[in-house]
């Protein structure tokens, strides 16, 4: 009797076990943050609770190695099952059908999910009439000012408009100590890239792609991207904005920012541990970009969370994907200073009550994603040197651009 208890014991066992469905989750979490701890402590754990049926086996992978890693993997067609993935990276592996198309598996789900989302995170998983993944955590960069210089110039607060940001950058432009040399600048940034430079041509009302994402003619050297870029060169050439945008000499823009030799910079929610790290006692004063013909724009980063093409567990791979993305996870990654993707946390007291992200989710429902295409990592390169031959290249703002469509259409026919 007893060792017919203990078969049957062992046979309840075996198909208990048997029953649990195992899904890998690859991600770059940094195992000293708050993020993995409360992935490992508490969000993974509490999945498993509500989803007794399914185990979910995570895997730290650093950032710099993960891009590798995916392309080994899909050579192969051994993906993890769930991948926290960079948004720019997204559009790639979609284009060559390693990643499950949500809207495609899960129609039903997907569209009622899918509004929940604000649009720039969102933006980030569509190629080709599909969506590759969900947003699973965002950024965008605000303008941070300096109220002391500006109280100093008479300046009741931050610019609201593009026309104000454009005289505010002058005005606090000067030689302090009358040496003939400027010490303090209006505006500071650290490179020209289209991470640094969206926020300026989409405000102004220009565009790097059309809507489709498989355009640039008319687009990156619409008159609106002309003109943003021909007014960031005067201002540059005029001495108005700091050395740092082409890699010059001189203090960072954080340090410059807190010690007042930078009176506006343009960063993203970072910049507060950082520069609270350095600077305790620094007030830091968040405000959204400036406003031109384009509203006040400005540019999308973050990470989605996909689903390999190669699964064999896309249902527990879904169900996954979802709770990462539903309001009481996205809202306990608040208190790790993750920002969330869903629209319903915007105003919610977590954010509201927060130091900082108020301003940036504010910022979120108007931020453009880099144009999310397979062949962005060139368009990227392209923009970037388009901006730095108008800058310091001697081009015109109008050459630079039209240069850049001619080189990106060459890119966009790859895809076609």
């Known amino acids: 009797m007893r060792k017919l208890l203990l078969v049957l014991t062992l046979l309840i066992a075996g198909a208990v076990i048997f029953g649990v469905e195992e899904i890998t989750f690859w991600h770059t979490y940094s195992t000293n943050s708050g993020e993995y701890k409360l992935l490992t402590e508490k969000i993974i754990p509490e999945f498993e609770r509500l989803h007794p049926n399914i185990r979910v086996v ?7 190695d993960m891009r590798q890693r995916l392309i080994v993997s899909t050579a192969t067609g051994e993906l993890a099952d769930v991948i926290r993935m960079d948004i720019i990276w997204v559009p790639q592996f979609g284009d060559i059908e390693v990643l499950l198309p949500l809207n495609k598996a899960f129609p039903e789900e997907f569209n009622a999910l899918k509004d929940e989302f604000l649009p720039g995170p969102l933006s980030t998983c569509f190629w080709k009439g599909n969506y590759y993944g969900l947003p699973l955590d965002t950024n965008t960069r605000v303008l941070l000012w300096n109220k002391r210089l500006f109280e100093e110039a008479g300046l009741a607060g931050p610019p609201e408009t593009m026309e104000e940001f454009i005289d505010y950058i002058k005005m606090l432009t000067k030689d302090k100590d009358g040496d003939g040399q400027i ?9 020209l890239g289209p991470w640094n430079s969206i926020p300026w041509t989409y405000s102004f009302g220009g565009y790097i792609l059309d809507p489709s994402n498989s355009k640039a003619e008319g687009y990156v050297n619409s008159q609106e991207s002309i003109e943003a870029l021909r007014t960031f060169k005067d201002l540059y050439e005029g001495g108005y904005i700091a050395d740092t945008v082409v890699g010059g000499g001189g203090i960072g823009t954080f340090e410059g920012y807190a010690e007042g030799i930078y009176a506006m910079i343009i960063a993203g929610p970072w910049s507060w541990p950082i ?12 405000a959204l970009f400036p406003a031109g013909k384009g509203g006040s724009r400005s540019v999308v980063g973050g990470e989605d969370i996909v689903i390999s093409a190669f699964s064999e567990h896309k249902e527990a791979a879904w169900e996954f994907a979802k709770y990462m993305t539903s309001y009481e996870v996205q809202k306990a990654f608040v208190e790790v200073s993750q920002m969330p993707v869903r629209k319903d946390l915007v105003n919610d007291p977590v954010i509201q009550n927060h130091p900082y ?3 940036y989710m504010k910022q979120l429902e108007t931020a453009v994603a880099r144009s999310p295409h397979p062949g962005w990592n060139q368009i990227n390169d392209v923009v970037d040197l388009a901006w730095q031959n108008a800058i310091v290249g001697g081009y015109t703002a109008e050459d630079a651009l039209t240069e850049a469509a001619l080189d990106i259409e060459d890119i966009l026919a790859e895809y076609k």
Not at 183 to 191: F, V
Not at 276 to 285: F, H, L, T, V
């Open 357 to 359: 992200f108020q301003t």
């Open 183 to 191: 010490d303090q600048w209006g505006y500071a940034d650290y490179g």
């Open 275 to 286: 520069i609270k790290g350095q600077y305790p006692d620094a007030e830091i004063n968040y």
């Open 58 to 64: 995570e895997t730290q992978v650093n950032y710099d």
